[in-house]
């Protein structure tokens, strides 16, 4: 049986940058799961790379067939918004593993639906002030930097990985993403025990 590790971290501790290494790395062979939204297509997307783009509808049959396995919906200036995650034709559990970025949230919604057996996390760290310094650095480089959402992000990490909501979920073991190639070896080290 394959494993579903998901990472899981604070605001720039890193989440997508191992991820992606993670992903890229042949020895591992961990699968990607595509997410779905509701929300348009943007201009430079492609259906099936960021998200499956499908309808209202469709969400509604795949709720009713019971592959929802998370989901999220967005109050936007556009209407309701919805990303959530899929049981769908593309995952094969019996012969792959997989990596995925998970909030708490997502985490356990995705423990009830998959099982403890299956689910796997990764929980990332990075100290404070270096986080939130990582954090400017990268919205600088932004068009429009928001600097406003980064604070307000900043600030609700405290209460959303609290130690009293981890502990809750069932995450003990952390990787401190100090120094990035020391930290993915690490982490390789640990999933390849599970494979
Ligand atoms: N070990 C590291 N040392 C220095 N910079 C790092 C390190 N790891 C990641 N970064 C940088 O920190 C920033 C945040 O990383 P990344 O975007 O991967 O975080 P994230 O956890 O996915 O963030 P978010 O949840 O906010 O989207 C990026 O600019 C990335 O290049």
């Given at each position: 049986m394959g494993k579903i590790f998901c990472l899981m971290g604070k605001s720039s501790t890193g989440k997508d940058t191992i991820y992606k290494r993670l992903l890229e790395d042949q020895e591992l062979g961990l699968q990607r799961i595509v997410p779905y939204t509701t929300r348009p297509i943007r201009e430079g997307e492609q259906e099936g790379v960021e998200y499956h783009f499908v309808s209202e509808e469709t969400l509604q049959c795949l709720e009713q067939e019971g592959r929802v396995v998370e989901l999220r919906a967005y109050d936007t200036v556009c209407g309701v918004w919805k990303y959530f995650t899929v049981c769908d034709e593309h995952m094969n559990l019996e012969k792959e593993s997989y990596a995925v970025i998970g909030t708490l949230e997502s985490w356990n919604a995705m423990k009830r639906y998959f099982g403890d057996q299956v689910m796997v996390p990764v929980y990332v760290e990075v100290e404070d002030g270096e986080r939130l310094s990582r954090a400017l650095v990268r919205e600088r480089q932004?068009?429009?930097?928001?600097y406003t959402e980064l604070c307000r992000r900043f600030l609700a990490d405290t209460e959303d990985f609290s130690e009293e909501h981890l502990k809750e979920a069932g995450i003990e073991m952390r990787f401190q993403n100090d120094a990035l190639d020391a930290c993915i070896s690490r982490i390789k080290l640990f999933i390849q025990k599970y494979l």
């Open positions: 932004q068009a429009t930097p928001r």
